[in-house]
């Protein structure tokens, strides 16, 4: 799912965030997040497979710069908790989860990459849900596009982007990708 | 008023008496009154013409070796379906086997099926007599109360005679009418619970094999009982190449034993069964290439005397079953004569000895009446024609059964006419072209 | 990764790229298996039939409860209890089924070829092979494999031999077809009765000595020895076969020191396999029992959601797959 197989032709996308940007809002987020919980407390994160993953980790060392405390981390792979399972053209693969800390000790933030229509955090939170009772679960996003179908909104948002429905947004880390960004599809498909 | 056929424009071939030249024949009152040049029977205008142009005119040919299902199992096949299938497939006359229930071991079965036959307007059809009561192995059927009743050979084809000491009896108690034994060769200890061949194939599939010793052991049991009692004991359906060396060295011994091979011996290897097709599934198993190699020198150089189908019809019911389930046997009236002449055009056989096997070498097994395209034989003439070409499908199948694994397949070279007793039973026009 | 795969028939006709996909998929699968909820909502509204025409415990409690880990509805049908004992054909009795909407059907038959058959019979619905007849059990052979790559971190070039009836023994043929991906080295330990020299034409190697046979061996697995006093001719007696063929310590230490030591199924001790062997270090007997269920469970997962699986039509509900599409 991280893009593979299909070469990314950057003449047809339009860069929304560079890597600058995208380092600058990770670290907003990460104040945030200890503004919000006053300091890094019982606080965990858990990113979602794949970008979420890499996302999630860099929130964690920027925490640690920032107040000096190692936040426990998890990951979470969705796969067997999609509603769409049967339905797509792809075989879904099982990449595994693991959260090597007491989910219900813990104020969870969950982090993903692009939120759209909610449905991957609803998987997300019935995954996490199966390991324990969190305090509290937080969402928080590099970006958001909207076109939400469920009731979900993101508690850290790094820029509000405003697409149509049947575009495509993508989202480059360097652990992924060749150049780090997140970027708009020029088509509008 | 006679009634007169005039066969034109054909090829007139007949093996047995060397004879293979274009020319016409002319049948009066179910006899063949004379053969003559192209043409020189032209002026005879009230008889029925059949053109024969680019086909092959031949003696009546017999399929010594098929199962009728009648009485007892008609709604696999029955004397009229058969008798009109086997005209269809080119046949003037078929031998039926015994494993019918009841058996035929005793005289008013054969008689049943000789009334039959006569309705059913196909080939001529003649009941082979059982060597045991009921199939069982244990004491003699009434072998010379059949034979009077019109049994032309004896045979407990399904099964062997597992018992040698009847089997020599029977061989024995034959030597009084000049009997042939038509011996199906198994050891069934040896092929119990079998399906296929015994093979690398067979323990891949999970299935279990009939080893080739299985049908070589028995071949060889009857090889010495033939030359202890002096009987005459022809074997059905030879599988293995060792079965045809064996038969070979029989006969240089001066065994009196004759030999059957049935096409699809010689047309598919045991391969055919990789993907569990029940349509490819009979006793004796499909080989492998060896053994397909040794039947076709064996019918080459007349060590296998002559091909016979093995027609077994089974209901679709018992073939759509796991492989290991499914009935025993696929069809073979209609795919004999156009498999025989593909190994032909392949080179592996010469015309005359394919059609010998199937005519003249084929009576011979069971000493039946010799039919040739002389004046005086009778008129059992089959004409065919070496260029059509079907890809064979039901549509094309008058067996009241479907269990063949030739659907599908190209056969090439049909019947066109099946004449007995100088009436056509058998037009392919809107069955084959 | 994984070209579409509508059955599970075999282990023939799986590729080597199709079978690591599987083997991944059950390694995650053995993580959900020791969680404190042990289920996951993936097959949340799918049916699972398990169609058991032979008796079997642990072959059909590890595919229900695979199933039930799964959220699937997890149906049993049993021969003894069902039609087939009144006459009803295979296929009839397939058709019935069918006609139940289940997403897959789990199957085992007495018959060789008979999940083939009732495959081609449900165009709608994927067919796993639980064993059938003497011919293939390929989640038997890909928990094995589960198991040795588990604890040997791989599976090429190993050598594994079986000791026991290979003839009768549908597991070691759907092990064959998998080792032999691997390229690893199969011997087939028995009297020559029972370890036939056909198995050569699948790759296997034959030896009726057992020092031959498991010298320097990988892994050693016991196979089942089934025998009938009086009825059974293959062999005289388990005694004897016990005193050339026990997997006993002594013959592991002196042939194979390093092996690992499994065996599919239950397990005749003292005569197929030694107390101290079964019991001790060497042995994963009872991980693989653990490992079928996650196995299981890959396979399940596999075939119910496959893009080859029908499914709902998607265009109402397409948010994760265009969130996916996102990425790529």
Redesign the interface.
């Known amino acids: 799912?991280?893009?593979e197989g299909?070469k990314f032709d950057r003449s047809v996308w339009t860069e929304l965030m560079d890597a600058e940007q995208v380092d600058r809002s990770i670290t907003r987020i990460a104040h945030e997040i200890l503004e919000n919980n006053k300091g890094g407390k019982k606080l965990a994160i858990v990113g979602i497979r794949?970008?979420g993953e890499t996302l999630g980790q860099r929130i964690v060392s920027k925490i640690k710069e920032i107040d000096g405390v190692e936040i426990p981390f998890g990951v979470v792979?969705i796969?067997?908790?999609?509603?769409?399972?049967?339905?797509?053209?792809?075989?879904?693969?099982?990449?595994?989860?693991?959260i090597p800390f007491h989910v219900d000790d813990h104020k969870i933030v969950l982090v993903d990459?692009?939120l759209?229509?909610?449905?991957?955090i609803r998987?997300a939170l019935?995954?996490i849900i199966?390991?324990?009772r969190p305090q509290a679960v937080q969402l928080a996003v590099l970006c958001d596009r909207g076109h939400r179908?469920l009731p979900i909104r993101a508690d850290y948002v790094g820029k509000n982007i405003p697409t149509e429905r049947e575009q495509?947004?993508?989202?480059h880390l360097e652990d992924h990708d060749e150049e780090e960004g997140v970027f708009i599809h020029k088509s509008g498909k | 008023m006679s009634s007169k056929l005039l066969i034109k424009g054909g090829t007139l071939l007949d093996p047995a008496k060397g004879l293979n030249e274009k020319g016409d024949l002319l049948s009066v009152d179910g006899i063949i009154e004379a053969t003559g040049k192209p043409g020189a029977f032209d002026s005879e205008s009230e008889a029925e013409v059949l053109d024969a142009s680019g086909a092959l005119v031949s003696p009546g040919l017999i399929d010594i070796h098929v199962h009728l299902r009648e009485p007892g199992f008609e709604w696999k096949e029955t004397i009229e379906s058969g008798a009109r299938t086997a005209a269809a497939g080119g046949f003037t006359s078929v031998c039926c086997m015994p494993n019918t229930n009841p058996v035929i071991d005793n005289a008013q079965v054969v008689e049943f099926i000789l009334e039959k036959s006569e309705l059913a307007g196909g080939a001529r059809v003649h009941p082979i007599g059982a060597i045991s009561e009921k199939l069982k192995g244990e004491c003699l059927a009434p072998m010379v109360e059949l034979w009077e009743a019109g049994c032309v050979a004896f045979s407990d084809d399904g099964w062997p005679v597992w018992n040698s000491a009847l089997m020599r009896c029977a061989l024995e108690y034959g030597k009084m009418m000049n009997l042939v034994l038509a011996c199906h060769e198994e050891d069934t200890a040896l092929s119990h619970g079998f399906s296929m061949n015994e093979s690398e194939l067979s323990v891949e599939l999970g299935l279990k094999g009939m080893p080739a010793a299985a049908e070589n052991v028995m071949i060889s049991r009857d090889i010495e009982l033939a030359l202890l009692t002096g009987g005459r004991v022809h074997f059905c359906h030879v599988s293995t190449a060792r079965g045809v060396e064996l038969i070979r060295r029989a006969k240089k011994d001066g065994a009196k034993v004759t030999a059957e091979t049935a096409p699809h011996y010689f047309i598919l290897d045991e391969t055919a069964v990789t993907e569990y097709d029940t349509s490819a599934k009979m006793s004796m198993p499909l080989r492998k290439q060896e053994d397909i190699k040794g039947l076709l020198e064996g019918l080459a150089d007349g060590t296998i005397d002559c091909v016979a189908s093995d027609h077994a019809p089974h209901e679709e019911d018992s073939k759509r079953v796991a492989f290991g389930d499914a009935s025993l046997g696929i069809l073979g009236l209609q795919t004999t004569v156009p498999l025989l002449l593909e190994k032909v055009r392949e080179g592996a056989l010469s015309l005359e000895r394919a059609i010998a096997s199937v005519t003249s070498d084929a009576r011979a097994c069971y000493g039946l009446e010799q039919v040739s395209l002389e004046k005086g034989s009778v008129a059992d003439i089959s004409v065919i024609d070496p260029d059509c070409k079907i890809t064979f499908g039901k549509e094309h199948n008058l067996s009241l059964s479907s269990n063949s694994p030739f659907f599908g397949r190209e056969l090439q070279g049909l019947a066109r006419y099946t004449v007995v007793a100088g009436r056509k039973v058998f037009d392919s026009e809107g069955l084959y072209s | 990764m994984n070209s579409e795969l509508k059955h599970l028939l075999g282990i023939k006709g799986l590729g080597k790229e199709q079978v690591l996909a599987l083997l991944d998929s059950a390694d995650q699968f053995v993580d959900v298996n020791k969680r404190a909820v042990k289920k996951v909502p993936a097959l949340r509204g799918k049916t699972i039939v398990n169609m058991f025409f032979e008796a079997s415990t642990r072959t059909r409690m590890s595919f229900e409860l695979a199933g039930k880990r799964l959220s699937a509805d997890v149906i049993n049908f049993g021969a003894s209890s069902s039609s087939t004992s009144k006459g009803e054909s295979l296929i009839d009795t397939a058709l019935t089924i069918q006609s139940m909407s289940p997403d897959v059907v789990v199957m085992r038959h007495p018959a060789s070829g008979a999940c083939k058959l009732v495959a081609d019979h449900l165009p709608e619905t994927s067919v796993v092979n639980a064993g059938d007849g003497l011919h293939e059990h390929p989640t038997q052979a890909l928990l094995d494999a589960l198991c040795i790559r588990r604890k040997l971190g791989t599976l090429e070039n190993l050598s594994v031999s079986f000791v026991g009836d290979a003839l009768r023994s549908r597991v070691v043929r759907s092990n064959i077809y998998l080792l032999k991906l691997f390229g690893c080295r199969v011997r087939l330990v028995a009297p020559p009765t029972l370890a036939v020299t056909e198995f050569e034409g699948m790759g296997a190697e034959v030896f009726p000595d057992m020092k031959r046979g498991i010298e320097g061996a990988d892994v050693v697995v016991s196979l089942r020895m089934k025998h009938e006093y009086q009825k059974d001719i293959y062999i005289p007696s388990l005694e004897e076969y016990s005193r050339l063929y026990c997997i006993t310590e002594d013959r592991l230490r002196d042939y194979a020191p390093d092996c690992m030591v499994l065996a599919p199924g239950p397990i005749i001790r003292g005569t197929e396999i030694a107390s101290d062997v079964a019991d001790g270090p060497r042995s994963h007997i009872e991980e693989q029992v653990e490992l079928g269920v996650a196995v299981r469970m890959a396979v399940l997962f596999l075939l119910a959601t496959g893009a080859d699986n029908k499914g709902r039509d998607s265009s109402s509900e397409s948010g994760i797959k265009e969130l996916v599409a996102n990425e790529q």
């Open positions: 799912m991280s893009g299909k794949t970008r792979d796969t067997l908790y999609r509603d769409d399972l049967g339905q797509g053209a792809d075989q879904p693969v099982v990449q595994g989860t693991s990459d692009v759209f229509t909610g449905r991957t998987a019935d995954a199966d390991f324990g179908e495509f947004v993508r989202v």
